[in-house]
């Protein structure tokens, strides 16, 4: 069974400057993917960046980065130059990449980021 | 390109009524899911669609939940009779059900209000 541990349920960050966004996963599989979604106040949830357990290098997409750590079984999510509009909810989810349960996703419960003017 | 599409995006209705959620998933997309969100237990998923065949309903609460996918094009979710503990925001989802990147994108979303 597959496990999402997101320690921080709230987080300021002053706007243009950068926050990390923790998560810690447990897993037995070894081959895993872990994506991160942000859902603001409007509900919608958005996919952001995907690691995959096997690349080599940390994912980027435009100002969001993943810092990701295997043998610590961390993927922090790491936005730079902060807006006003990044304020919202972020979710860390993994999924098992083979198996009878590959297209399951697990969600961690979320940390709310406030980026304050 | 048109994301996945959820309708309606609020239903307000009285409990032992009917309630019928509706889902168009992303085009090409093979895998269908529908999710559940509560403040008290999170992200739950309900069921999963593989070509528009149910693979894992093990997350449907109880009979009075149902979930067909006629399509490849639409999905419907139903609740029949509605209980207030079903008030939640209910989401659809689609991937393209293949590769180690597969990745799930939701719909906005439909907030259920049972009075």
């Known amino acids: 069974a597959q496990k999402i541990t997101q320690t921080q349920p709230g987080m300021f960050v002053q706007e243009k400057e950068a926050v990390t966004l923790d998560c810690t996963y447990d897993?037995?599989?070894?081959?895993?993917?872990l994506f991160w979604y942000k859902q603001p106040s409007s509900g919608e949830m958005i996919f952001l960046i995907y690691?995959?357990?096997?690349?080599?290098q940390n994912a980027t997409e435009g100002r969001y980065s993943l810092n990701f750590q295997k043998a610590r079984k961390s993927a922090n999510l790491v936005i730079s130059a902060s807006q006003l509009g990044d304020s919202a909810m972020y979710f860390c989810?993994?999924?098992?990449?083979?198996?009878?349960?590959?297209?399951?996703?697990?969600f961690g419960k979320g940390t709310l980021l406030t980026v304050n003017p | 390109d048109a994301g996945v599409i959820q309708s309606p995006r609020h239903e307000v209705t009285e409990m032992g009524q009917e309630v019928t959620l509706r889902c168009k998933p992303i085009s090409g997309h093979n895998s269908l899911f529908w999710y559940r969100q509560t403040m008290m237990r999170g992200l739950e998923l309900l069921i999963y669609?593989?070509?528009?065949?149910?693979?894992?309903d093990s997350g449907m609460p109880e009979d009075r939940f149902s979930a067909k996918m006629p399509n490849a094009s639409f999905s419907t979710l139903k609740i029949q009779p509605s209980e207030p503990r079903d008030s939640a925001v209910y989401f659809c989802?689609?991937?393209?059900?293949?590769?180690?990147?597969?990745?799930?994108?939701f719909g906005p979303g439909t907030r259920l209000t049972v009075l």
């Open positions: 690691q995959g357990s096997y690349d080599e």
């Open positions: 989802a689609s991937s393209r059900g293949q590769g180690r990147s597969d990745t799930q994108y």
């Open positions: 669609f593989n070509n528009n065949v149910p693979i894992d």
């Open positions: 897993t037995s599989d070894q081959s895993y993917g």
């Open positions: 989810a993994m999924r098992p990449n083979s198996g009878g349960s590959n297209y399951k996703l697990t």
